[in-house]
Each structure stands twice: as C-alpha cells, then as structure tokens.
Nanobody, 128 residues
Framework: QVQLVESGGGLVQAGGSLRLSCAAS????????MGWLRQAPGKEREFVAA????????????YYADFVKGRFTISRDNAKNTQYLQMNSLNPEDTAVYYC?????????????????WGQGTQVTVSS
C-alpha cells in the first residue's frame, strides 16, 4: 500500500521559513514525478512545485508556480524515499493545507487532477 506522509507544517510569522517533508512508503518514487500542491480555504487545490527525473536520468528538474519562484525550493532524497519543500519569505497568502503528491503525467504535472498518490496534508499558517 502506497503512503505519503507529510510533516513540518505549523504556524509561522510573515517573513519566516518552514521545511515540509514527505516520506513515501509502499513503493519507490525515484523515477516518478513528485510534487507539492496546496489548498487554501474556499479555493481550489493548486500546484506549488514538482521535481522530475531528466530524460537522461542524470539530474532532477524542478518546476515552480510563479507565486513561489525564488522563495520555495523542492528537493528529494531517494535514499530516504523522501521529498522536501523549503519555504522561505512566507506571507499570509501562503496559508493553506499543503499536500505531497506523486505520479502525474509528465505533460500535466501542473494539474492537481493528474496526480495519482496523495498525502493527508499538513497545515501551514502564516500570521501577519
């Protein structure tokens, strides 16, 4: 059974940082696209970041939503079957439940509907 378990959410002041972790079990995701998506109250779930293995399988490519570029960094540790989201310069608009997800089609990794595996989510709250 595949499980994705997020951790690291919490309450932080504007301008602060948090690091989210997502531990995967049940299968190896080293060759799969993994991502982070978020959902704020009253809003649809939206893409935040994703990481995929290059075609040459020699490095990982990263993808970001415009609203997090330069502030968030996605990474992964295949030895631990874990991915991370380092979030810096947080602002109140970043308040949401953040979900770890995996397995989208490469041509639609920006679409929440494309992801096959989901974690339970972790709350991130940024106070002003």
């Amino acid at each position: 059974q595949v499980q994705l378990v997020e951790s690291g959410g919490g309450l932080v002041q504007a301008g602060g940082s948090l690091r989210l972790s997502c531990a995967a079990s049940g299968r190896t995701f080293s060759s799969s696209i993994m991502g982070w998506l978020r959902q704020a109250p009253g809003k649809e779930r939206e893409f935040v970041a994703a990481i995929s293995l290059s075609g040459s399988r020699t490095y990982y490519r990263t993808y970001y939503a415009d609203f997090v570029k330069g502030r968030f960094t996605i990474s992964r540790d295949n030895a631990k079957n874990t991915q991370y989201l380092q979030m810096n310069s947080l602002n109140p608009e970043d308040t949401a439940v953040y979900y770890c997800a995996a397995g989208p089609r490469p041509d639609s990794l920006y679409s929440a509907n494309s992801y096959n595996y989901w974690g339970q989510g972790t709350q991130v709250t940024v106070s002003s």
